[in-house]
Structures are given as structure tokens and as C-alpha cells.
Nanobody, 115 residues
Framework: QVQLVESGGGLVQPGGSLRLSCAAS????????MGWYRQAPGKERELVAS????????NYPDSVKGRFTISRDNAKNTVYLQMNNLKPEDTAVYYC????????WGQGIQVTVSS
């Protein structure tokens, strides 16, 4: 059974940083491209970062490029999202997921950027 457990969210002031973690189990981690998504209230869910199965290729939308960094530790079956210079518009529930699958969405982790 696929399990993806996010952690590391919370409340941070604008300009601050957070590091999200996603512990994966139930599948061969190195076989999948992984991604971080977010959904803000009243908005559609969007992909904010993806990383290839061996970690050599990453992609970001312009809205987070230069501020967010995705990485993975295949020995620990974990994917990370380092978020720097956070802005109020980054407030959302963040989810990790295997790219290109029909995995159900988990609970995600709340990130709130506010002074």
C-alpha cells in the first residue's frame, strides 16, 4: 500500500523558511518521479516542484523558481521541499505525490505565511 506522509509545515513570517519532508513507503521509490503540489483556499491544486527518479532533474513553475528547492534521499525513501523567502501567497496545503499516477491525495501539510 502506497503511503506518503508529509511533515514540517507550520506558521512562518514572510521572508522565512520551511523544509517539508515526505516519507514514502509501499512502492519502489527509485522508480518514480516525485512532486510537491499545493492547494490554496479557493484555488486549484498546482504542481510546485518535481524531481526525477535519481534526482538529476528538477522543475519548478515561475512562481517558486529560485525560492523552492526539491531534493530526494533515495536511501531514506524521502523527498524534501526547501522553501525560502516565503510569501503570503505561498500559504496552502502542501502534498507530495508520485507524478503520473492516480494515487489518492493524502491529508497534506499546512503551510501558513503570515506576520
Amino acid at each position: 500500500q502506497v503511503q506518503l506522509v508529509e511533515s514540517g509545515g507550520g506558521l512562518v513570517q514572510p521572508g522565512g523558511s520551511l523544509r517539508l519532508s515526505c516519507a514514502a513507503s509501499g512502492f519502489i521509490f527509485t522508480a518514480y518521479v516525485m512532486g510537491w503540489y499545493r492547494q490554496a483556499p479557493g484555488k486549484e491544486r498546482e504542481l510546485v516542484a518535481s524531481i526525477s527518479n535519481l534526482g538529476r532533474t528538477t522543475n519548478y513553475p515561475d512562481s517558486v523558481k529560485g525560492r523552492f528547492t526539491i531534493s530526494r534521499d533515495n536511501a531514506k525513501n524521502t523527498v524534501y521541499l526547501q522553501m525560502n523567502n516565503l510569501k503570503p501567497e505561498d500559504t496552502a496545503v502542501y502534498y507530495c505525490r508520485r507524478i503520473g499516477t492516480s494515487d489518492s491525495w493524502g491529508q497534506g501539510i499546512q503551510v501558513t505565511v503570515s506576520s
